[in-house]
């Protein structure tokens, strides 16, 4: 299985300060024939399901904030929240959908300073 | 606006067989555009795909619980259900079922929509 490693485990940011999450791949995620890398960011509140953030590594879906950002390519990958506001406070996982099966990371958890 | 309702039993006993359902509403579980998949999440811990299906019936499953999976889909009633036999104590996690997109090109990625989830706790 590709094994999804995310760092660090856990995070505290000042509200209005910029979070960022690495996410690294055991094996390249990049598809040479689309030039897409099969990458994907989801935020989870207590009591809730993941919700997807981002996906193709870069591309946020319609209605997340833009301060949510996704960049990197091949292996190596890093989420951004550029200003941290008190909704984010979250477990942040990456998801690669490239290899069966499937894989998350072991998850990010976001809390304020 | 899609949604994803899971249901079923939320005990289940050592040895038997887990059974959910996922009843999608809001949109067509018959479209060409999305597989329908299953993913769970033991209390506290990470996130597991189980396994995939789509309005035709091709699946894909996770090679870990292949043995003891199955997913089928009933497109007269827009739902589809998971089926995990021989269940022990380690099988305990919240359910999700949740749409992932699909194209020809691009093949089965994303998942863009989820259910509220499901307690399964097998114990005697």
């Known amino acids: 299985d590709i094994v999804m490693t995310q760092s660090p485990d856990s995070l505290a940011v000042s509200l209005g300060e910029r979070a960022t999450i690495n996410c690294k791949s055991s094996?390249?995620?990049?598809?040479?024939?689309?030039?897409?890398?099969?990458l994907a960011w989801y935020q989870q509140k207590p009591g809730q399901p993941p919700k997807l953030l981002i996906y193709?590594?870069?591309t946020r879906k319609s209605g997340v904030p833009g301060r949510f950002s996704g960049s990197g390519s091949g292996t190596d990958f890093t989420l951004t929240i550029s200003s941290l506001q008190a909704e984010d406070v979250a477990v942040y996982f990456c998801?690669?959908?490239?290899?069966?099966?499937?894989?998350f990371g072991q998850g990010t958890k976001v809390e304020i300073k | 606006q899609l949604q994803l309702q899971e249901s079923g039993p939320g005990l289940v006993k050592p040895s038997e067989t887990l059974s959910l359902t996922c009843t999608v509403s809001?949109?067509?579980?018959?479209?060409?555009?999305?597989?329908w998949g299953w993913i769970r999440q033991p209390p506290g811990k990470g996130l597991e795909c189980i396994g995939s299906?789509?309005?035709?019936?091709?699946?894909y499953y996770n090679p870990s619980l292949k043995s003891r999976v199955t997913i089928s889909v009933d497109t007269s009633k827009n739902q589809f259900s998971l089926n995990l036999s021989s269940v022990t104590a380690a099988d305990t996690a919240v359910y999700y079922c949740?749409?992932?997109?699909?194209?020809?090109?691009?093949?089965?990625?994303?998942?863009?929509?989820w259910g509220q989830g499901a307690l399964v706790t097998v114990s005697s």
């Open positions: 949740a749409r992932h997109a699909y194209n020809f090109n691009d093949g089965v990625s994303f998942f863009d929509y």
């Open positions: 809001g949109g067509s579980i018959s479209s060409t555009d999305y597989y």
């Open positions: 299906i789509y309005y035709s019936g091709s699946t």
């Open positions: 094996q390249s995620v990049l598809y040479s024939s689309n030039n897409k890398n099969y």
């Open positions: 193709w590594a870069s």
């Open positions: 998801q690669q959908y490239y290899y069966i099966p499937w894989t």
